[in-house]
């Protein structure tokens, strides 16, 4: 079956520490998005990839990196300049990016904790 | 351009009805209708596009009003299984969408 696979569920990060939350997809989707959910604030965008090599600053960037080397997979890396990263964390592709016309497929989410 | 939904929560009793309001302060392109169950990956309900359509998908259907910048989300005779936090996304054309806070829905029996 296709579909976007987060991983892992469940993450914990140390102070100073980056951690590196993985989104593979297999829907041959060129278009992928982080978002960051915190209660009561819905869903915001960290970054956002429209074709492999190439990805732009969504409206929470700072503190986030990601990569797009593969079509199947846009990891996301929290660093240690993220001073609150506890939330968690949905990955979404559509099959174009920039058309408002085309629906957004959610992974599961990965949901990360400050120890 | 965060869009505005209300109500923010709303408690319906099995076999009622709802609707669910989103507005956007932006000129849209489209309107993208999410349902989000606690814990869970939200689920695509709808699109609706530039033009004033409604569509339907079993008993939720939504409208999108472009000269008003608003789309609303009817549910009819509610079922247990619509429980969930509803999520309207906008496409002001700026490549990506804009998520409402969303609006809490529970259906008791």
């Known amino acids: 079956d296709g579909g976007i696979t987060q991983s892992p569920k469940y993450l914990f990060r140390k102070e100073g520490q980056n951690v590196t939350l993985s989104c593979e997809q297999n829907?041959?989707?060129?278009?992928m998005y982080w978002y960051r959910q915190d209660p009561g604030q819905g869903l915001r965008l960290i970054y956002y990839?429209?074709?492999?090599?190439?990805?732009q600053k969504g409206d929470i960037a700072e503190g986030y990196s990601v990569s797009r080397e593969k079509k199947e997979s846009f990891p996301l890396t929290v660093t240690s300049a993220q001073k609150n990263p506890t939330a968690f964390y949905l990955c979404?592709?559509?099959?174009?990016?920039?058309?408002?016309?085309?629906?957004?497929?959610f992974g599961d989410g990965t949901r990360l904790s400050i120890l | 351009q965060q869009p505005v939904q209300s109500p923010q929560a709303v408690i319906l009793r099995e076999g009622e009805d709802a609707v669910i309001n989103c507005s956007s302060s932006?000129?849209?392109?489209?309107v993208h209708w999410y349902r989000q169950k606690h814990g869970e990956a939200p689920v695509f309900l709808m699109i609706?596009?530039?033009?004033?359509e409604q569509k339907g998908h079993e008993k939720i259907s939504a409208s999108f009003n472009e000269k008003k910048q608003q789309s609303s989300l009817y549910l009819t005779a509610s079922q247990l299984s619509y429980s969930g936090t509803y999520f309207c996304?906008?496409?002001?054309?700026?490549?990506?969408?804009?998520f409402g806070t969303g609006t809490r829905l529970t259906v008791i029996p």
């Open positions: 979404a592709s559509s099959i174009e990016g920039g058309q408002g016309n085309q629906p957004q497929h």
């Open positions: 829907l041959n989707h060129d278009a």
């Open positions: 990839s429209q074709i492999v090599n190439d990805f």
């Open positions: 932006k000129a849209l392109y489209s």
């Open positions: 609706l596009l530039k033009g004033g």
């Open positions: 996304g906008t496409d002001p054309g700026a490549n990506n969408l804009f």
